[in-house]
């Protein structure tokens, strides 16, 4: 295992899980501003389960990022 790269995985892994914790803030944005129109809110919802569902695998992805290096010391 090269430690410098896991080190830039797991960087790149935080990166994303702060952009999607910001999709995931926006979305739900989104979905009162629909809701106070009274406009639809099933394909804004959806959105916001894909995005919550992304944001657990990248979790889980950058946990297995961080036990790799664990092992590696």
């Known amino acids: 295992m090269n430690a410098e790269r896991e080190h830039k995985h797991l960087a790149q892994a935080d990166r994303h899980i702060a952009e999607l914790k910001k999709d ?24 916001l389960r894909l995005l919550k569902d992304h944001l657990r695998v990248m979790e889980r992805h950058r946990q297995s990022i961080l036990d790799e290096l664990e092992k590696a010391k």
């Open 24 to 47: 995931i803030a926006r979305q739900w944005q989104i979905i009162e501003e629909l809701s106070m129109g009274g406009q639809p809110l099933h394909e804004a919802i959806s959105m």
